[in-house]
């Protein structure tokens, strides 16, 4: 009787982490054009990508310079043309990965968002990769529409750096959303706290 109770909780979370997440999806037109790989004129374009099948049932909250811009599912990416210079971007799963990148005019960033087992829900790590990398992940991928601030989102070269006050509140932010946990928040509030 335990060996068939424990098959089927390995049969049902091996459902859920193959199920399909729901996400914003952007026009069949715009998935077009960010497939050209051609960024607008004095800018350069992002792409994050997440083109594994694994974890699909669970979305992954993505943001750039601390605003969220919204959650991939399986087989979806971003495409954000972008001024260039530095930019900080973040995958909120179990645990959170940053990665900073920059962005230089007429050229193409690819970041993958690599899907990662994790304790109680999956992790994830960002990563850097080359075009055809990341050409091929984007690709094989469908785009997810992005929720930008009024004016995009500004590098953080030569934006006054945020104060400590700033980066609280936007952990709390953060935890309000449901995008990290109270332990999470906690542990990031106190490493914060430590640094002033």
């Excluded at 001024?83 to 900073?100: A, F, I, K």
Aim: proline share 6%; aromatic share 6%; charged share 25%.
């Amino acid at each position: 009787m335990k060996r068939i109770h424990g098959l089927f909780i390995t049969a049902a979370a091996l459902l859920l982490l193959s199920g399909c997440a729901s996400v914003p999806m952007a026009p069949m037109d715009k998935d077009a054009e960010a497939k050209s790989f051609a960024p607008p004129a004095g800018q350069g374009a992002l792409y994050i990508f997440r083109d594994e099948v694994f974890g699909a049932a669970i979305p992954m909250t993505v943001s750039i310079n601390g605003h969220v811009i919204g959650q991939t599912a399986s087989k979806t990416y971003f495409w954000l043309a972008l001024d260039p210079g530095s930019y900080r971007v973040e995958s909120h799963t179990e645990n959170v990965s940053t990665l900073p990148v920059t962005v230089t005019a007429g050229s193409n960033t690819y970041v993958w968002q690599e899907v990662k087992m994790g304790m109680w829900m999956a992790r994830s790590l960002l990563q850097e990769v080359d075009a055809e990398r990341g050409r091929q992940g984007v690709t094989d991928s469908k785009l997810v529409e992005a929720d930008l601030p009024e004016g995009g989102i500004q590098p953080l070269d030569g934006a006054p750096a945020d104060s400590p006050a700033d980066r609280l509140r936007e952990l709390k932010q953060l935890r309000d959303e449901g995008v990290i946990t109270e332990e999470e928040y906690e542990r990031k509030k106190g490493e914060l706290l430590e640094a002033i």
